[in-house]
């Protein structure tokens, strides 16, 4: 099969779709892989290491796409890509169409059979191709709050963990899946006062158990909510509802009674954010301010530290695009009931519920497609 790794072109997106060992394994297994020009440079891995690893390297997006039969990149296609998209060929990468109906008409439009990385599922219920990013995102967060907080970059001049003597940052999660997780370890190690907020009484009892008394878990509410959000100095949104728009759980109002220069990281802005305030930003310009609070809302947040996103990432997406490559798409997601589950979009309809019902478009099962 022709598998094609284009350059990502989102604004400042160093990630890459494959990385030479994985573009290797392809090649010895009777592939052609051909790679963009300069597509691995923001994670150092140059032309001539994908060369080493038998991949062909071709000069336009337009060549590469042209080419290839499936094509593997990192961020949903901007509209420029999906005009170049056909009827044949297989699309592997996050999508998030709930949140991006532009994206979805066009992907309809086109023809293309897509699979998205972020409803692939796995025997225990994960989301095992979105839980490494969910974890970087997760990381990134507290980095990016904590940022945020200082006074010249508009923030209230909290250190959130404090010193001896003052008080510590208040820091409040709401979402206590990976992504939660991973912004509680963060802040735990920085010394704030943390405070998860969940609807599930098992997540919260797992969580309790891995950090003890160094963070407060709480079922999520909307009374509690109202009650926290106003006193708190960084508020994480990190709810997930796979494949669907987040729930907007924290209003205009709650942003109205905040404390002048809290910050605001909305993670779930991929899937349309779960602050009503929230709207997608780049890693160019990642702030903006409402009502004196900061948010920070960048849509690719793992983009910031591409080699890890991207080792990160390909550890876990190159046995489903080995199977891809080795077995086709249909028999693939025949013979794999969490890669079918991935199929959103296939020649003009769309195949995964939850996208069909926020969108408004009438669903088709991928068990009427293969």
């Not at 949903?76 to 060929?89: A, D, I, R, V, Y």
């Not at 839980?131 to 980095?143: D, N, Y």
Request: proline share 4%; glycine share 10%.
């Amino acid at each position: 099969m022709k598998v094609g790794v284009p350059k990502e072109i989102k604004v400042l997106e160093y990630r890459v779709g494959m990385i030479p060992s994985g573009v290797k394994e392809l090649v010895d297994e009777g592939h052609e892989v051909f790679v963009e020009t300069n597509a691995g440079i923001g994670i150092g891995m140059t032309d001539q290491d994908y060369i080493d690893a038998g991949a062909s390297i071709l000069s336009t997006p337009e060549e590469v796409f042209d080419i290839s039969e499936l094509i593997i990149k990192v961020k949903e296609p901007q509209l420029n890509e999906c005009k170049m998209l056909k009827t044949g060929q297989v699309l592997f990468t996050y999508l998030h169409l709930a949140a991006d109906p532009e994206q979805a008409a066009a992907l309809v439009k086109s023809g293309v059979t897509a699979i998205a990385y972020e409803t692939v599922t796995a025997d225990n219920g994960s989301l095992p191709l979105l839980t490494p990013m969910s974890a970087v995102a997760g990381r990134l967060s507290i980095q990016a709050g904590a940022y945020a907080l200082q006074k010249a970059n508009g923030g209230r001049g909290v250190l959130l963990g404090g010193v001896p003597g003052v008080k510590a940052g208040q820091v409040l999660i709401i979402g206590g899946g990976v992504s939660g997780a991973h912004a509680a370890e963060m802040a735990v190690g920085l010394g704030a006062q943390v405070t998860i907020l969940d609807l599930s009484s098992d997540r919260l009892n797992e969580l309790s158990n891995k950090f003890g008394d160094k963070v407060s878990t709480r079922v999520s509410s909307k009374e509690l909510i109202n009650e926290l959000v106003v006193e708190s100095d960084l508020v994480i949104g990190a709810v997930l509802v796979a494949g669907a728009a987040a729930p907007k759980l924290v209003t205009k109002e709650h942003v109205k009674q905040m404390r002048l220069g809290s910050v605001m990281v909305d993670i779930s802005i991929d899937q349309g954010g779960c602050f009503e305030t929230s709207k997608p930003t780049t890693h160019a310009e990642p702030t903006y301010i409402v009502d004196d609070v900061v948010h920070y809302c960048v849509t690719n947040m793992p983009g910031a530290v591409p080699r890890t996103s991207t080792f990160a990432l390909t550890n876990e997406t190159l046995p489903f695009i080995k199977s891809l490559a080795n077995d086709g798409w249909q028999s693939a997601l025949k013979n794999d009931e969490h890669l079918k589950n991935g199929l959103n979009v296939h020649e003009g309809s769309i195949n995964f519920e939850a996208v069909a019902d926020e969108l408004g478009y009438p669903y088709k099962s991928p068990d009427e497609i293969i």
